[in-house]
Protein backbone atom coordinates (compact mmCIF):
# COMPACT_ATOMS: atom_id res chain seq x y z
CA UNK A 1 0.00 0.00 0.00
CA UNK A 2 1.51 3.56 -0.83
CA UNK A 3 2.11 6.30 1.30
CA UNK A 4 -1.15 8.10 -0.26
CA UNK A 5 -3.30 5.45 -0.04
CA UNK A 6 -2.20 4.37 3.57
CA UNK A 7 -2.89 8.46 4.65
CA UNK A 8 -6.21 8.72 3.27
CA UNK A 9 -7.34 4.92 5.18
CA UNK A 10 -5.76 6.44 8.65
CA UNK A 11 -7.55 9.17 7.95
CA UNK A 12 -11.09 7.73 7.43
CA UNK A 13 -10.47 5.70 10.55
CA UNK A 14 -9.76 8.87 12.33
CA UNK A 15 -12.83 10.60 11.47
CA UNK A 16 -10.43 13.26 9.81
CA UNK A 17 -10.02 14.80 6.20
CA UNK A 18 -7.25 15.67 4.72
CA UNK A 19 -5.12 19.07 4.94
CA UNK A 20 -3.23 19.25 1.37
CA UNK A 21 -1.07 22.52 0.72
CA UNK A 22 0.20 23.66 -2.10
CA UNK A 23 3.87 25.49 -2.97
CA UNK A 24 6.05 25.76 -5.95
CA UNK A 25 9.20 23.81 -5.61
CA UNK A 26 12.38 26.56 -5.55
CA UNK A 27 9.89 29.94 -4.79
CA UNK A 28 11.57 31.89 -3.40
CA UNK A 29 14.32 29.69 -3.35
CA UNK A 30 15.58 25.95 -2.92
CA UNK A 31 16.94 26.40 0.80
CA UNK A 32 14.09 28.62 1.83
CA UNK A 33 11.40 26.21 -0.07
CA UNK A 34 13.33 23.42 1.74
CA UNK A 35 12.04 24.98 5.43
CA UNK A 36 8.87 25.89 3.88
CA UNK A 37 8.01 22.40 2.93
CA UNK A 38 8.65 21.26 6.17
CA UNK A 39 7.31 23.79 7.98
CA UNK A 40 4.20 22.70 6.06
CA UNK A 41 4.62 19.58 7.39
CA UNK A 42 4.97 20.96 11.05
CA UNK A 43 1.88 22.92 10.33
CA UNK A 44 -0.38 19.65 9.70
CA UNK A 45 0.21 18.93 5.97
CA UNK A 46 -1.37 15.32 5.47
CA UNK A 47 0.12 15.46 1.91
CA UNK A 48 2.70 17.79 0.27
CA UNK A 49 1.79 18.83 -3.02
CA UNK A 50 5.40 20.42 -5.20
CA UNK A 51 5.13 22.45 -8.05
CA UNK A 52 7.37 21.61 -10.35
CA UNK A 53 8.29 25.31 -12.31
CA UNK A 54 7.88 25.52 -15.44
CA UNK A 55 7.65 28.70 -18.22
CA UNK A 56 4.25 28.11 -19.70
CA UNK A 57 1.81 26.90 -16.45
CA UNK A 58 -1.57 27.73 -18.60
CA UNK A 59 -3.65 25.70 -15.98
CA UNK A 60 -2.36 28.31 -13.18
CA UNK A 61 -3.57 31.79 -12.56
CA UNK A 62 -1.27 34.71 -11.59
CA UNK A 63 -0.08 34.02 -8.48
CA UNK A 64 1.39 30.34 -8.63
CA UNK A 65 2.75 31.78 -12.53
CA UNK A 66 4.59 34.21 -10.50
CA UNK A 67 5.84 31.99 -8.01
CA UNK A 68 6.97 29.55 -10.97
CA UNK A 69 8.94 32.74 -12.56
CA UNK A 70 10.66 33.41 -9.43
CA UNK A 71 11.83 29.79 -9.09
CA UNK A 72 13.20 29.45 -12.24
CA UNK A 73 14.76 32.58 -12.19
CA UNK A 74 16.92 31.13 -9.64
CA UNK A 75 17.56 28.12 -12.42
CA UNK A 76 15.62 25.61 -9.96
CA UNK A 77 15.63 22.29 -12.66
CA UNK A 78 13.22 19.31 -12.15
CA UNK A 79 16.68 17.49 -11.37
CA UNK A 80 16.37 20.06 -8.31
CA UNK A 81 13.07 19.57 -7.26
CA UNK A 82 14.04 15.87 -7.17
CA UNK A 83 16.74 16.92 -4.80
CA UNK A 84 14.42 18.86 -2.32
CA UNK A 85 12.11 15.87 -2.14
CA UNK A 86 14.94 13.79 -1.05
CA UNK A 87 16.19 16.16 1.53
CA UNK A 88 12.05 17.03 2.54
CA UNK A 89 12.44 12.67 3.08
CA UNK A 90 15.14 12.54 5.36
CA UNK A 91 13.03 14.64 7.80
CA UNK A 92 9.37 13.41 7.03
CA UNK A 93 7.71 10.80 5.38
CA UNK A 94 4.68 12.85 4.61
CA UNK A 95 3.24 11.62 1.19
CA UNK A 96 4.37 13.74 -1.68
CA UNK A 97 2.84 14.33 -4.96
CA UNK A 98 4.41 16.93 -7.61
CA UNK A 99 2.26 18.91 -9.70
CA UNK A 100 3.94 19.66 -12.92
CA UNK A 101 3.24 19.73 -16.93
CA UNK A 102 4.35 17.24 -19.34
CA UNK A 103 7.21 19.55 -21.04
CA UNK A 104 9.14 19.63 -18.15
CA UNK A 105 9.16 15.29 -17.84
CA UNK A 106 9.58 14.80 -21.49
CA UNK A 107 12.44 16.69 -21.29
CA UNK A 108 13.92 14.67 -18.17
CA UNK A 109 12.71 11.43 -20.04
CA UNK A 110 9.98 10.23 -18.37
CA UNK A 111 11.33 7.29 -17.65
CA UNK A 112 14.41 8.40 -15.98
CA UNK A 113 12.41 10.82 -14.04
CA UNK A 114 10.30 7.97 -12.36
CA UNK A 115 13.31 6.29 -12.00
CA UNK A 116 14.89 9.49 -10.20
CA UNK A 117 11.30 10.06 -8.62
CA UNK A 118 11.07 6.97 -7.20
CA UNK A 119 14.73 7.11 -5.52
CA UNK A 120 14.03 11.04 -4.35
CA UNK A 121 10.92 9.17 -2.20
CA UNK A 122 8.07 10.95 -4.58
CA UNK A 123 4.29 9.81 -3.54
CA UNK A 124 2.17 10.34 -6.52
CA UNK A 125 2.29 12.77 -9.65
CA UNK A 126 -0.49 15.01 -11.08
CA UNK A 127 0.60 16.33 -15.00
CA UNK A 128 -2.03 19.14 -15.69
CA UNK A 129 -1.81 18.25 -19.38
CA UNK A 130 -1.56 14.76 -20.54
CA UNK A 131 -4.51 12.72 -21.26
CA UNK A 132 -5.52 9.37 -23.05
CA UNK A 133 -3.19 7.42 -24.41
CA UNK A 134 -0.26 9.77 -22.92
CA UNK A 135 -1.51 9.52 -19.44
CA UNK A 136 -1.69 5.64 -19.64
CA UNK A 137 1.99 5.47 -21.11
CA UNK A 138 3.02 7.82 -18.21
CA UNK A 139 0.95 6.04 -15.41
CA UNK A 140 2.66 2.66 -16.14
CA UNK A 141 6.24 4.11 -16.27
CA UNK A 142 5.37 5.99 -13.22
CA UNK A 143 3.15 2.42 -11.74
CA UNK A 144 6.15 0.26 -12.30
CA UNK A 145 8.33 2.83 -9.74
CA UNK A 146 5.23 2.77 -7.31
CA UNK A 147 4.17 6.38 -8.07
CA UNK A 148 1.06 7.30 -8.30
CA UNK A 149 -0.58 9.13 -11.19
CA UNK A 150 -2.73 11.68 -9.74
CA UNK A 151 -5.40 12.50 -12.21
CA UNK A 152 -7.60 15.85 -12.61
CA UNK A 153 -11.29 15.90 -13.20
CA UNK A 154 -13.43 19.07 -13.45
CA UNK A 155 -17.13 19.64 -13.72
CA UNK A 156 -16.94 19.90 -17.56
CA UNK A 157 -16.06 16.77 -17.42
CA UNK A 158 -18.71 14.04 -18.57
CA UNK A 159 -19.76 11.04 -16.87
CA UNK A 160 -18.01 8.92 -20.12
CA UNK A 161 -15.07 10.22 -19.29
CA UNK A 162 -15.28 10.21 -15.34
CA UNK A 163 -14.99 6.39 -15.81
CA UNK A 164 -12.56 6.40 -17.98
CA UNK A 165 -10.30 8.52 -16.22
CA UNK A 166 -11.45 6.61 -12.36
CA UNK A 167 -10.37 3.46 -14.37
CA UNK A 168 -7.10 4.09 -14.71
CA UNK A 169 -6.73 6.65 -11.89
CA UNK A 170 -4.28 5.96 -8.25
CA UNK A 171 -3.80 7.14 -5.24
CA UNK A 172 -6.72 9.98 -5.20
CA UNK A 173 -8.81 11.96 -7.61
CA UNK A 174 -8.13 15.49 -7.33
CA UNK A 175 -11.21 17.32 -8.30
CA UNK A 176 -11.22 21.11 -9.41
CA UNK A 177 -14.02 22.84 -7.63
CA UNK A 178 -14.37 25.46 -10.28
CA UNK A 179 -13.49 26.16 -14.28
CA UNK A 180 -10.65 28.44 -14.88
CA UNK A 181 -7.15 28.19 -13.40
CA UNK A 182 -5.41 28.58 -9.79
CA UNK A 183 -6.33 31.31 -7.94
CA UNK A 184 -8.08 31.94 -4.66
CA UNK A 185 -11.54 32.39 -4.46
CA UNK A 186 -13.72 34.10 -2.08
CA UNK A 187 -16.29 30.98 -2.29
CA UNK A 188 -16.79 27.47 -3.21
CA UNK A 189 -18.81 26.64 -6.19
CA UNK A 190 -21.63 24.20 -5.94
CA UNK A 191 -20.04 22.28 -9.02
CA UNK A 192 -17.29 20.89 -6.52
CA UNK A 193 -19.86 18.83 -4.53
CA UNK A 194 -21.83 17.71 -7.56
CA UNK A 195 -18.57 16.55 -9.11
CA UNK A 196 -17.61 14.45 -6.20
CA UNK A 197 -20.95 12.79 -6.14
CA UNK A 198 -20.92 11.75 -9.79
CA UNK A 199 -17.31 10.78 -9.43
CA UNK A 200 -18.45 8.25 -6.04
CA UNK A 201 -20.08 6.71 -8.73
CA UNK A 202 -17.06 5.36 -10.63
CA UNK A 203 -14.32 5.32 -8.22
CA UNK A 204 -13.70 4.52 -4.51
CA UNK A 205 -10.70 6.38 -4.74
CA UNK A 206 -10.65 9.17 -2.21
CA UNK A 207 -11.36 12.67 -3.82
CA UNK A 208 -9.67 15.66 -2.81
CA UNK A 209 -10.79 18.93 -4.27
CA UNK A 210 -8.85 22.23 -5.31
CA UNK A 211 -8.74 25.29 -7.11
CA UNK A 212 -9.57 28.81 -5.25
CA UNK A 213 -9.84 27.02 -1.66
CA UNK A 214 -8.35 29.78 0.74
CA UNK A 215 -10.37 30.06 3.71
CA UNK A 216 -11.20 27.63 7.12
CA UNK A 217 -14.45 28.39 6.06
CA UNK A 218 -14.09 27.18 2.22
CA UNK A 219 -11.85 23.83 3.56
CA UNK A 220 -14.69 22.99 6.05
CA UNK A 221 -17.05 23.24 3.58
CA UNK A 222 -14.78 20.92 1.32
CA UNK A 223 -14.33 18.38 4.30
CA UNK A 224 -17.97 18.24 4.67
CA UNK A 225 -18.68 16.11 1.10
CA UNK A 226 -14.86 15.16 -0.22
CA UNK A 227 -11.74 13.54 1.73
CA UNK A 228 -9.36 16.34 1.27
CA UNK A 229 -8.63 19.81 0.68
CA UNK A 230 -5.59 21.39 -1.56
CA UNK A 231 -4.49 24.87 -0.29
CA UNK A 232 -2.32 26.48 -2.88
CA UNK A 233 -2.88 30.05 -4.25
CA UNK A 234 -3.48 31.15 -0.84
CA UNK A 235 -0.16 29.87 0.97
CA UNK A 236 1.81 30.83 -2.44
CA UNK A 237 0.41 34.63 -1.80
CA UNK A 238 1.24 34.75 1.71
CA UNK A 239 4.98 33.63 0.25
CA UNK A 240 5.40 36.66 -2.29
CA UNK A 241 4.36 38.96 0.39
CA UNK A 242 6.96 37.96 2.41
CA UNK A 243 9.64 38.19 0.46
CA UNK A 244 10.90 41.72 0.91
CA UNK A 245 10.89 40.85 4.91
CA UNK A 246 13.03 37.80 4.23
CA UNK A 247 10.78 35.42 6.65
CA UNK A 248 8.33 33.66 4.68
CA UNK A 249 8.32 30.46 6.82
CA UNK A 250 6.82 32.57 9.74
CA UNK A 251 4.47 34.18 7.14
CA UNK A 252 3.62 30.57 6.00
CA UNK A 253 3.14 29.14 9.47
CA UNK A 254 1.34 32.01 11.27
CA UNK A 255 -1.37 31.54 7.86
CA UNK A 256 -2.06 28.30 7.97
CA UNK A 257 -1.99 28.01 11.72
CA UNK A 258 -5.41 30.43 11.06
CA UNK A 259 -6.52 28.33 7.88
CA UNK A 260 -6.29 25.12 8.94
CA UNK A 261 -9.52 23.84 11.02
Known sequence: ??????????????????????????DPNLELSLQIALQLVRSGADILELGVPFSDPIADGPTIQASSLRSLQN??????????????????????VLFSYFNPIMRYDAARFAADAEKAGVD??????????????????????????????APTTSDKRLAKIAARAKGFLYAVARTGVTGASKETSGDAQDLVTRARKYTELPVAVGFGISTRSQ?????SF????????AIVRE???????????????????????
Open 1 to 26: MSRISRTFDDLKAAGKKAFIPFVTAG
Open 75 to 96: GTSPGDVLTLVAEIRKASNVPI
Open 239 to 261: IERSIPNGDPVTSVREFVGALKP
Open 226 to 233: ADGAVVGS
Open 124 to 153: GLLVTDVIDDEAESLSAAMGSRGIDLISLI
Open 219 to 223: IEKVW
